[in-house]
């Protein structure tokens, strides 16, 4: 009966470990807050290298879009935490939509600098 017992209890105490460590299911709104997140997050890490190459092709003299994008990125950011909360799906779809043609204007960038610097036949 012991034996019958503590193995109950190890099965009770291994479905309750698994219950607890198992992701909980976003909301239809964590999710669209998620998704902004993540697009602002991509967009950063492009900004950031494409910040690396202008300066390594223009140095980090003259006029810096990238500075202006990065400031409006955190507008985004600023704007997700004040308002994310009570905002509606269309809201967030408009941010992370903003977000994602932000990120396709600079990889547009990017790819000109790198043709720049294909040697010319």
């Known amino acids: 009966?012991?034996?019958?017992?503590?193995?109950?209890?190890?099965?009770?105490?291994a479905v309750a470990f698994v219950l607890l460590r198992r992701p909980r299911r976003m909301s239809p709104h964590?999710?669209?807050?998620?998704?902004?997140?993540?697009?602002?997050?991509?967009?950063?890490?492009?900004?950031?290298?494409a910040r690396a190459e202008i300066e390594a092709v223009a140095g980090d003299h003259g006029p810096n879009p990238v500075g202006d994008a990065?400031?409006?990125?955190?507008?985004?950011?600023?704007?997700?935490?004040?308002?994310?909360?009570?905002?509606?799906?269309a809201q967030l779809a408009e941010v992370r939509d903003a977000i994602h043609e932000a990120r396709v204007r600079?990889?547009?960038?990017?790819m000109r600098i790198e043709e720049a610097r294909l040697p010319r036949d």
């Open 30 to 49: 964590q999710r669209a807050v998620r998704e902004v997140l993540d697009a602002a997050d991509a967009l950063e890490d492009r900004l950031r290298i």
């Open 106 to 110: 600079i990889d547009q960038q990017l």
């Open 70 to 89: 990065m400031r409006e990125m955190l507008r985004q950011r600023l704007w997700l935490r004040d308002h994310g909360d009570g905002a509606t799906p």
């Open 1 to 13: 009966m012991t034996a019958v017992a503590l193995l109950l209890a190890a099965l009770v105490a």
